[in-house]
């Protein structure tokens, strides 16, 4: 049996936000945004936010706090290659997923390109603040989207996104 400990690590390393997998001790509902929106990148991508290449504390930590999540329009035409719970490889290929969503991958490329990208990308922002304040504003965005609305989420510009790695390697 494994007991919780005060400092310790726990979640499910591809769905914990940064704070998490740093075991910060104040922890916000950002952390549960931050989880929405991993599992809606799942739902929309066929996959995972982060494929990790072991299951080391340290690995987790370097992957979950410093690498960039995909876009999910992008990761959709993109092979993925993860690994099962019983240690073998499984491909996945871009025309597998999209024929389960009713297209090509181009076509859910275009579909997720824009709003869909700029929700999830809130959603799983790295810093905390930077995060849809609760899931009720995700939901919220989700819902003006499908609405026809404007959401009300900001879509980062290139130049920001450039910042924010170079920031990284300072």
Same mark, same amino acid.
Do not use: W
């Given at each position: 049996?494994?007991?919780?400990?005060?400092?310790?690590?726990?979640?499910?390393?591809?769905?914990?936000?940064?704070?998490?997998?740093?075991?910060?001790?104040?922890?916000?509902?950002?952390?549960?945004?931050?989880?929405?929106?991993?599992? =809606?990148?799942?739902?929309?991508?066929?996959?995972?936010?982060?494929?990790?290449?072991?299951? #080391? =504390?340290?690995?987790?930590?370097?992957?979950?706090?410093?690498?960039?999540?995909?876009?999910?329009?992008?990761?959709? #035409?993109?092979?993925?290659?993860?690994?099962?719970?019983?240690?073998?490889?499984? #491909?996945?290929?871009?025309?597998?997923?999209? +024929?389960?969503?009713?297209? #090509?991958?181009?076509?859910?490329?275009?579909?997720?390109?824009?709003?869909?990208?700029?929700?999830?990308?809130?959603?799983?922002?790295?810093?905390?603040?930077?995060?849809?304040?609760?899931?009720?504003?995700?939901?919220?965005?989700?819902?003006?989207?499908? +609405?026809?609305?404007?959401?009300?989420?900001?879509?980062?510009?290139?130049?920001?996104?450039?910042?924010?790695?170079?920031?990284?390697?300072?």
């Amino acid at each position: 049996d494994q007991f919780t400990q005060t400092g310790a690590i726990v979640g499910t390393p591809c769905y914990m936000a940064p704070e998490q997998a740093r075991a910060e001790k104040h922890i916000t509902t950002a952390v549960d945004v931050y989880s929405l929106g991993a599992i =809606l990148y799942e739902l929309l991508t066929g996959r995972r936010p982060y494929a990790l290449k072991s299951r #080391t =504390l340290q690995e987790i930590i370097r992957v979950v706090c410093e690498e960039p999540v995909k876009r999910a329009s992008t990761a959709v #035409t993109q092979v993925h290659i993860t690994t099962r719970h019983d240690g073998t490889a499984q #491909t996945l290929q871009p025309a597998a997923l999209s +024929n389960t969503r009713e297209g #090509t991958p181009i076509d859910l490329q275009r579909r997720l390109d824009g709003e869909v990208d700029t929700i999830v990308d809130k959603a799983m922002q790295k810093d905390a603040a930077e995060r849809y304040p609760s899931a009720d504003h995700l939901r919220a965005d989700i819902e003006r989207h499908l +609405n026809g609305q404007p959401i009300l989420a900001a879509r980062q510009s290139s130049l920001e996104r450039a910042g924010e790695l170079l920031g990284k390697y300072k």
